[in-house]
């Protein structure tokens, strides 16, 4: 065991983390952001997804020891519930989550995804959200979201 | 078995001591996309992870030789080269083979080189790399060697790079000039975060109206990586045209042996595919030489 170091959304946390371990269970067990969600554990799925040093990252196929030192972003340091990110309040407007297990990693694609390409085409979004599964909508909206996020809202 | 330590040398000499220490109870571990997966699995052989995070050296994309080539470091990611201009027109088939690996999380973490020495027959980074000629450079304890890529692949399948005792450092690969172009192609059951039914490399040196060398590369139809040589040659006796072309991606056919399976397909389908799939990427190569030359601005 080692006692490592990671900016989770801006603080500093502490934990110990065991060799083999992955930043997941880390994250989950160790510094209780459950707003990670553990998927099919083989970074198929992308349920898991963080942002970390900037990038987008499955965190079950990274280890704890791995992220020493890094700085990361959690669905949790995006926007908080009185203060959106304009990502997550453009998933609330268009229906964008219907069991919202997707969505931590789901909207952290995005960010990543816009961060990149501010005005990305629907290609381009697909794309980007390739590493990402979503069993309830069929992504038509989730699509719609990040074109809102985007600033290409659909005018009805 | 447990990972009992994960550590993280700070040069290339302590990683191979630390191999060496081990004596096969060590694995390298860069971008871990397909190490972590079997750790999850509780299968993998091995109980020390010989991080190469630390090791400088081991990143950039770099140019070498008046920009003629360039040296992919061991840790290059997938994500770097289908997002490098530079290689997008002078190693055309392997920014767009990068490009197919995995969704953006997997290409933000797994390298080139782990393409490589996982030794997949479908490997898409692998198969263009293979069409470039590409060469590994592998350093053990006490010595330093190039390794032409087509040599790291054992015939009956998997790598001949000993991971208890070597390291790949990094790869080199000559980049297109102006009579050169590649192309990969790849065909798959969506289009998006699948594994393909077939990947194609190719690349094709012109000299005048004809291709004068030529590299053809497909996957998964044998248990690595699967060179066309025959299809070569035939490509390259005389003018380039539609017959020439169709007379290669027979040979092709004729030359691979793809399995049945349930996910890919049958093996009849997919040997008719593979000169379909031979056909279209020589022709897609060929296109980006008649388009105004291939690497060279």
Same mark, same amino acid.
């Given at each position: ?67 020493? +030192?890094? @700085? ?6 995006? /926007? ?7 990502? &997550? %309040? *453009? ?36 794309? +980007?959200? @390739? ?6 909508? /069929? ?7 990040? &074109? %809102? *996020? ?7 | ?297």
């Amino acid at each position: 065991m080692k006692m490592i170091r990671i900016q989770v959304n801006g603080a500093w946390r502490e934990g110990w983390a065991r060799p083999g371990q992955t930043l997941l269970s880390f994250l989950r067990d160790e510094l209780d952001c459950t707003e990670v969600k553990q998927g099919c554990g083989r970074g198929d799925c992308g349920s898991c997804s963080v942002i970390l040093d900037g990038k987008l990252v499955d965190s079950c196929l990274v280890l704890a020891l791995q992220a020493e +030192g890094c @700085s990361l972003l959690t669905a949790a340091g995006l /926007g908080s519930r009185e203060s959106l990110h304009p990502i &997550q %309040q *453009a998933f609330l407007e268009t229906g964008a989550l219907q069991c919202g297990f997707c969505t931590p990693g789901m909207v952290l694609a995005a960010k990543a995804l816009l961060d990149e390409q501010p005005r990305p085409d629907e290609e381009q979004i697909k794309r +980007g959200l @390739s590493g990402n599964l979503c069993r309830c909508t /069929g992504y038509k909206k989730i699509i719609e979201a990040v &074109q %809102q *996020a985007s600033g290409q809202g659909r005018k009805s | 078995m447990q990972i009992r330590e994960h550590l993280f040398p700070e040069s290339v000499e302590q990683a191979l001591a630390l191999l060496v220490k081990e004596q096969g109870k060590a694995r390298l571990i860069a971008g871990g996309t397909d190490l972590v997966v079997s750790i999850h699995e509780g299968k993998q052989p091995f109980e020390v992870l010989v991080d190469t995070a630390r090791i400088p050296n081991l990143d950039g994309l770099e140019l070498q030789d008046g920009g003629g080539r360039v040296r992919l470091g061991a840790r290059v990611t997938m994500a770097q080269v289908e997002r490098s201009a530079e290689l997008a027109r002078r190693a055309t088939a392997l920014a767009e083979g990068c490009a197919w690996v995995g969704g953006p999380q997997i290409r933000n973490r797994a390298t080139l080189v782990g393409n490589v020495v996982s030794a997949q027959p479908a490997a898409d980074a692998a198969l263009p790399l293979i069409a470039l000629d590409a060469v590994l450079l592998l350093r053990s304890p006490n010595a330093a060697r190039e390794l032409p890529i087509e040599q790291a692949y054992r015939e009956g399948g998997g790598s001949t790079i000993d991971p208890a005792r070597e390291m790949v450092t990094a790869i080199l690969i000559r980049l297109h000039d102006r009579e050169e172009a590649s192309a990969y192609t790849r065909m798959m059951r969506r289009k998006a975060l699948t594994l393909p039914v077939l990947g194609c490399a190719v690349r094709l040196r012109r000299a005048g109206q004809a291709v004068s060398e030529a590299r053809i590369v497909i996957g998964p139809v044998a248990a690595i990586p699967l060179r066309l040589k025959k299809a070569e040659q035939l490509l390259c006796q005389g003018a380039y045209d539609a017959r020439r072309v169709e007379l290669a991606a027979e040979a092709a056919a004729a030359a691979s042996a793809p399995r049945d399976s349930v996910f890919r397909g049958s093996a009849a389908y997919r040997k008719d595919m593979v000169q379909v799939m031979v056909q279209r990427t020589i022709q897609t190569a060929w296109s980006r030489l008649s388009a105004g030359g291939g690497g060279k601005p």
